[in-house]
Every structure is written in C-alpha cells, then in structure tokens.
C-alpha cells in the first residue's frame, strides 16, 4: 500500500511507475543544480560543515524532520568497528532527514557521505576539480562521482514522491554523514549506534547500477627500519636502512602478487579485474640528509582481504612474511622492525544477495530499469553499508556510474544519476508498502 492525499491505495502499478518517471525526467535540472552547488563545496574530510548545511537545508525545503547528530566519541569508539579518523568529532555533525510512516510499516535508509578526498595535485586536472563543469553527459569534480550524485538522488527521489503525493507507508530516513573516506566512524557507525537503523538501507556509491553485496577487508599498516647513520664520505661505517627496507619491500610485493593469483571471492573477483584483494606499499620515506646514511626508513600499506578471512589472520600473515624476509639478516634481527597497525580498520563484508531485501530491491530496479536482469557484485573498496551487518539489518551499495573516484578528473555519468534517482523512488513505494 502507499497514501496519496491521505488515502490508501493499491500497491505500486505501472501508472505509478511512469508518473515517477515523468515527474523526474521533467525536473532533472533541478537535481543536477543541486549536484553541481555541493561539488562546488569544498567539503574535505574534517572540513564537512558547509556541506552539511546544504543538506540540511534540502531536507528542511521538503519538510522532513531533521536531526543533526553530534557523534559521542565515546560512545562509538567501544564499537568494534569503529575507525579512528584522527580528526575530533567535536562541532561536525551528521544530518539525519526523516520522513515518519506507520511503525507498522516497513522502514528504510538512504544513505550517502559528504565528505570527500583532497583533488591534489589540481594542475593534472583538465578541468576545475571544484567547477562541477558540464560536458556532454558527464559532470566533472571532485566528488561529483564520489557521491554527492548519490546523495542528493537520495533526497530527489523522496522529494519527487511527497511533491506527487505519493507518500510512503513506512518511515524513510535520509542520511547524510562524514568521514567515511576516513572510515566511517563518526558517521554512519556512530548514527547506527545512536539507533537511527531501519529495515533496508542503501549507500547510494558510485557502482555503476549494479547491486553491491561485499566488499573487501581493509587494514593499514606501517613498517619502520632503523639503520646506523654515518657520514657519507665514510659510509663503510653505516647501517643504510633503505636497503634493509627493501628487502620488507620486496616480500611485501611477492604476497600481494601470490594472494592476487591465490585468493579468490567470486562476486569480488568478476568486477574488479581480476583482483579480489590487494596489497599497496603507498608511502616510502627514508633519511633525512643526502649526505648521511640513512638512519631510519618507513612504508605504509593498504592490505585488503576477502570474506572469510579476518582481520586477526591478515596480521598474522603481515607479521609473518616481514619476520621471514628479515631471517639471516644480523643486523634486523639485532633490530627488528616495528610494525603499526593504524588508521582504517575493517572486517570484509558480505551480505547474502537472497536475503528478502536484496531480492526486493532487485525487482524495484528491474521494473524501473526495464532489464531483466541486475548485476550483483562486490568490491575491492569498502563502504557504509558494511556497519549494518553488525546490527542484523541487511543493506546494500547501489548507485550512479563514472569513472576516476579519487583520482584526476573525476567525472558522473548523468544519465546514470537520474535513473538512480527513478530506481530509488520506486524502492521507496514498494519497500514501505510490502508486507
């Protein structure tokens, strides 16, 4: 069922599907303005504030009920998920936008983040990575993709039901959070913990309309060398720790193309090339004066890892390869590396795609889309969606296509984004109104 002007009416119907889709397609400029004012907003992780005024104010100008949500540190910092972005919670908040349905009904989340990564170096760019430029079907800037498009079909979708009359049966939360790029701890977990959950929940990132299921674990860590400095016209007296880091370096190189051949996570595997996990070294850092002998050396590491691995296991197996690759070495084992494990910190994901709101979901997008069928994937790249499975509550990724996240030139395809927002409009009608 679903209310039009305060009456009950039939579950949702071909009609209604169409009025969607007219009433979208006829105010799709209204949509892309907004897109374009929020990737006009600097909103880098710690700095989210002016963006999450501009959500206010959209959820506010379609008369929902919002709530900005000052994160508790410790509160959420118990959670085991929890992420520790190294940026204080304090004075940023999480906007939370309700319509309220029947508490007989069933309920849903639309989530999307706010915050995005820095567009340096912004001279590689071809064009304004803060212009929100238009060329063709494409939108160009820095968060354009990832996911202020998102975000904001999340709220036009609702927004096109209640200026149709077309009200849900159950209550739609709309989320608008922080820090996700830095892990997600003082926004969708710390929201989750403060009781904003719901029966269904979808994170409207960039995955191309096709259904996110699972992704990948993800953990950072750095490794530190000391060596023995000395005066480079004396370097016989030195211990260089940038040699003695390249031997970590090279096993490090040596896991990541074995578990790459080895580990394997279907859903995983198919949409990321071939790739279900890797391994990065993304930081080197080593001495501090050309002409001594480097006293000290430092890498960073990114390890992903499938479903059915854990955590604990992955720093046993780091740990692990580090100690063999210093085996023999005198000096390394007189002087053992330290290893950190900072920063993100989660446990691979994986929602099962024949759980009654996936499937439900599914169907939505196949009647809005007109296909027959919906691809299900995972992802190497984590999400929001994750912190659901600790509440017993499924969600899913969902959302428009592009390409560069994170990278030069980051563009959104606005076909995409306009269908996302049809998929989600319908999904709100028949979700709220199943039974």
């Not at 563009?411 to 109104?433: G, R």
């Amino acid at each position: 069922m679903y209310f039009k002007g305060g009456e009950a009416m039939a579950d949702v119907t071909t009609d209604q599907h169409k009025l969607i889709s007219d009433y979208i397609d006829k105010h799709k400029d209204e949509l892309i303005h907004y897109i374009q004012k929020a990737v006009q907003i600097k909103s880098l992780v710690g700095q989210e504030q002016d963006m999450q005024q501009f959500m206010k104010e959209r959820y506010e100008e379609i008369g929902l009920k919002v709530i900005e949500s000052q994160p508790n540190y410790e509160q959420v910092s118990k959670h085991e998920a929890f992420v520790d972005s190294g940026f204080p919670l304090e004075g940023r908040t999480n906007i939370v936008g309700i319509y309220e349905g029947s508490e007989n009904a069933k309920s849903l989340t639309l989530h999307g983040h706010v915050d995005v990564v820095s567009a340096e170096p912004e001279e590689v760019w071809t064009y304004d990575p803060w212009g929100a430029e238009i060329v063709g079907n494409r939108m160009y800037g820095r968060g354009a993709l990832d996911m202020k498009s998102g975000l904001l079909a999340n709220w036009f979708a609702l927004k096109a039901l209640l200026d149709l009359g077309l009200k849900p049966e159950g209550t739609v939360q709309l989320h608008s959070t922080i820090e996700e790029e830095s892990g997600g701890g003082g926004g969708a977990l710390a929201l989750m913990e403060e009781g904003y959950i719901t029966d269904g929940y979808i994170t409207t990132e960039p995955h191309a309309l096709r259904v996110t299921v699972a992704h990948s674990g993800v953990m950072y860590f750095r490794v530190k060398v000391v060596g023995k400095t000395a005066h480079a016209a004396r370097t016989q007296e030195g211990i260089n720790a940038i040699g003695k880091m390249y031997k970590i370096y090279a096993a490090l190189e040596k896991l990541d193309r074995k578990r790459g051949e080895e580990v394997v996570f279907d859903l995983i595997h198919k949409a990321s090339d071939g790739r279900s996990c890797n391994l990065n070294i993304g930081t080197l850092r080593a001495g501090d004066w050309v002409s001594s002998v480097a006293g000290w050396a430092e890498l960073e590491c990114r390890v992903g890892f499938i479903p059915g691995e854990s955590r604990k296991e992955i720093k046993k197996l780091i740990e692990e390869t580090i100690a063999e690759a210093i085996a023999g070495d005198e000096w390394l084992e007189q002087h053992k590396p330290e290893i950190e494990w900072f920063g993100w910190s989660t446990e691979a994901w994986y929602q099962d795609p024949e759980h009654p709101y996936v499937q439900a979901f599914i169907e939505s997008a196949k009647k809005t889309l007109g296909k027959d069928d919906i691809q299900i994937i995972g992802r190497t790249g984590g999400n929001d969606a994750r912190f659901t499975q600790y509440y017993d509550k499924p969600g899913i990724g969902f959302g428009p296509d592009g390409e560069y996240s994170h990278g030069p030139d980051e563009y959104v395809e606005i076909d995409s984004i306009i269908e996302t927002a049809k998929v989600l409009a319908n999904h709100i009608l028949d979700w709220t109104s199943s039974r």
